[in-house]
């Protein structure tokens, strides 16, 4: 699978927002959208840490952990939190 395929893929089983998981992934929401329209990646670095996590994202929803239930104030702390602890 390619790494924009995983990102998109954990934006997807996760129901996450592209702007909640850009900041997940500690990028901008224009990276992230460049990135997913086929666009050269600047900087490999960013890259890793984003495909990282969403390794994360994916490993947590498949432990039942995400998404989360509607309703959370703030959606990308809890999400952090949880991911925290999983090893990708």
Do not use: C
């Amino acid at each position: 699978m390619k790494n924009v395929e995983l990102l998109q893929k954990a934006i997807d089983v996760a129901r996450l927002t592209r702007e909640e998981a850009a900041e997940i992934m500690n990028i901008t929401r224009n990276t992230l959208y460049r990135w997913l329209t086929g666009k050269p990646v600047r900087y490999r670095l960013s890259e890793q840490f984003a495909v990282f996590q969403a390794k994360k994202i994916i490993k947590a929803v498949e432990l039942g952990l995400l998404p989360l239930p509607p309703g959370y104030v703030d959606k990308v702390h809890e999400i952090n939190n949880i991911i925290k602890g999983i090893k990708a």
